[in-house]
Nanobody
Framework: VQLQASGGGLVQTDASLTLSCTASGRPFSFYNMAWFRQYPGKEREFVAGVGWKNGQTAYADSVKGRFTISRFNDDSNSNSTVYLQMNNLKPDDAAIYYC??????????????????WGQGTLVTVSS
């Protein structure tokens, strides 16, 4: 099982960045997938999630209108790639971003404890 995240980097305030995460080794096309971020000394916080079945999305209030989550399911192998398009980045968006996946029923969960699989994290730095 592998969730490979990429796309982090150093950008200026109001710039854009796209993160991607490819999940393989399980039928991830049937998993909800999400992005979390973590500040130093803090717990991981939910950023955005996307459902497996109908593309339902959910966003933290702090990123709503600026970030867009999407996914591509590879039907040939059940791998799934989730993207996080981040626009109008602010210094408060600087964090380590993690992708995550879980089988969920009834919606997209925002609690990091219920996610089973995690990527390695990718660092986003925003200069003011």
């Amino acid at each position: 099982v592998q969730l490979q995240a990429s796309g982090g980097g150093l950008v200026q305030t109001d710039a854009s960045l796209t993160l991607s995460c490819t999940a393989s080794g399980r039928p991830f096309s049937f998993y909800n997938m999400a992005w979390f971020r973590q500040y130093p000394g803090k717990e991981r916080e939910f950023v955005a999630g996307v459902g497996w079945k109908n593309g339902q999305t959910a966003y933290a209030d702090s990123v709503k209108g600026r970030f867009t989550i999407s996914r591509f399911n590879d039907d040939s192998n059940s791998n799934s790639t989730v993207y996080l398009q981040m626009n109008n980045l602010k210094p408060d968006d600087a964090a380590i971003y993690y992708c995550a996946a879980a089988v969920q029923v009834g919606g997209i969960y925002r609690n990091h404890d219920v996610y089973d699989y995690w990527g390695q994290g990718t660092l986003v730095t925003v200069s003011s």
